[in-house]
């Protein structure tokens, strides 16, 4: 933990409501990049930053100096993220099927895509959102910190508040959905590889 994040938290518990500034500029970025690619939609991953912050914030007495910060603001990203994901899922899916038969997305951020960008992936786009849609919210947040984020194991499962075995299964389960899912995308057609 750096010196100004020390400070930053010292003095938030010791009162000052605007030390709390600090930990938000500092960090603020990193959870919300974190909270979308686990919900999937920036305006969901805006209220996880804030629910994140507001629970750092009320919990902040029973933080321990001698642990690094990030990691703990993690993991209470990561639990508002599984959150809103399960409240998402009771209301309302994250693809359906259109007249054809093909998956869409519901976001309307992916329904209006550039033109490049739709030339170049709009079908893989909308297999990879409802591949990742249907994992489960532990195995897409230990995915996305593993293989987006870049994360240590031993990270994750303290982020996730499991052990590292069973971190390493929820990675393991998502990739093979995910590979699954996918796996119309990765085939090299076979006059290709001739």
Do not use: C, Y
């Amino acid at each position: 933990m750096t010196d100004e994040e020390r400070q930053a938290v010292r003095d938030a518990k010791a009162g000052d409501a605007e030390a709390f500034g600090v930990v938000v500029r500092l960090h603020s970025r990193t959870l919300f990049r974190t909270a979308a690619r686990i919900v999937g939609s920036a305006a969901a991953a805006e209220d996880v930053v804030q629910e994140t912050l507001l629970r750092a914030f009320r919990a902040l007495h029973r933080f321990d100096e001698r642990h690094e910060l990030v990691p703990w603001l993690q993991r209470i990203a990561i639990n508002a993220a599984i959150d809103e994901l399960r409240r998402a899922q009771r209301e309302t899916p994250l693809a359906q099927r259109d007249a054809d038969g093909e998956w869409t997305s519901l976001d309307p951020a992916d329904t209006a895509p550039s033109p490049e960008r739709r030339a170049a992936s709009a079908g893989l786009g909308r297999a990879a959102a409802h591949a990742l849609g249907g994992l489960s919210a532990d195995e897409r947040a230990a995915f996305v910190l593993r293989h987006l984020e870049g994360r240590p194991i031993a990270e994750i499962s303290r982020a996730l508040g499991k052990g590292d075995n069973a971190t390493k299964q929820s990675i393991f389960r998502a990739v093979r959905k995910l590979r699954r899912a996918l796996a119309a995308w990765t085939e090299v057609p076979r006059e290709e590889l001739a």
